[in-house]
């Protein structure tokens, strides 16, 4: 089992920033990559970025592409999203993620939910304009 705590959420304004964390623990061993997802009111889950454990590759959605930023402290088993000029439309609850088989997948597959093994708990970014 793997645990995931996220933590940073809150409120901001517009053109305003966040950092969001995502601390795991349990059978970190076994992860082989982190993702953030996001799902706003009335709306379905979507992705918003990856990382490998290793740290060589990241993954990010079209929509926070060069806004967005994710990585991660292996020593603290943490993985972080900076999240720079937010708009409103980056408002959601903001899940953690994290792929706990043992296995590498093509890049791609980071982007879809069903890689990922366990989820956190979710924490509210509110963006106001």
């Known amino acids: 089992q793997v645990q995931l705590v996220e933590s940073g959420g809150g409120l901001v304004q517009a053109g305003g920033s966040l950092r969001l964390s995502c601390a795991a623990s349990?059978?970190?061993?076994?992860?082989?990559?982190m993702g953030w997802f996001r799902q706003a009111l009335g709306k379905e889950r979507e992705f918003v970025a990856a990382?490998?454990?290793?740290?060589?590759?990241?993954y990010y959605a079209d929509s926070v592409k060069g806004r967005f930023t994710i990585s991660r402290d292996n020593a603290e088993n943490t993985v972080y999203l900076q999240m720079n000029s937010l708009k409103s439309e980056d408002t959601a609850v903001y899940y953690c993620?994290?792929?706990?088989?043992?296995?590498?997948?093509?890049?791609?597959?980071?982007?879809?939910?069903?890689?990922?093994?366990?989820w956190g708990q979710g924490t509210q970014v509110t963006v106001s304009s």
């Open positions: 993620a994290a792929v706990a088989d043992r296995t590498f997948y093509i890049g791609s597959s980071y982007y879809t939910d069903g890689v990922y093994d366990y």
């Open positions: 349990g059978r970190t061993f076994s992860m082989t990559a």
């Open positions: 990382i490998r454990w290793s740290g060589r590759s990241t």
